[in-house]
């Protein structure tokens, strides 16, 4: 990946999804930042295998 410039994404999200990602992250040994990168690469990788 090219990292000319790191993007910042400011997100909201409700008390028990903050929860559950977070035990998610825990359980992956990721951080949550992390574990958010981590799906949406997953979710890139499907969409570009579907085309």
């Known amino acids: 990946m090219n990292k000319e ?4 994404i400011g997100l909201r999200i409700d ?4 929860t559950k990602l ?3 992250a825990e359980y992956e040994g990721r951080s949550i930042n ?3 990168i981590y799906l949406i690469r997953q979710a890139i990788k ?3 295998n579907e085309k």
């Open 22 to 24: 977070k035990d998610l």
């Open 5 to 8: 410039k790191d993007k910042h």
């Open 46 to 48: 499907k969409m570009e």
């Open 15 to 18: 008390s028990e999804t903050h």
């Open 34 to 36: 992390g574990e958010i």
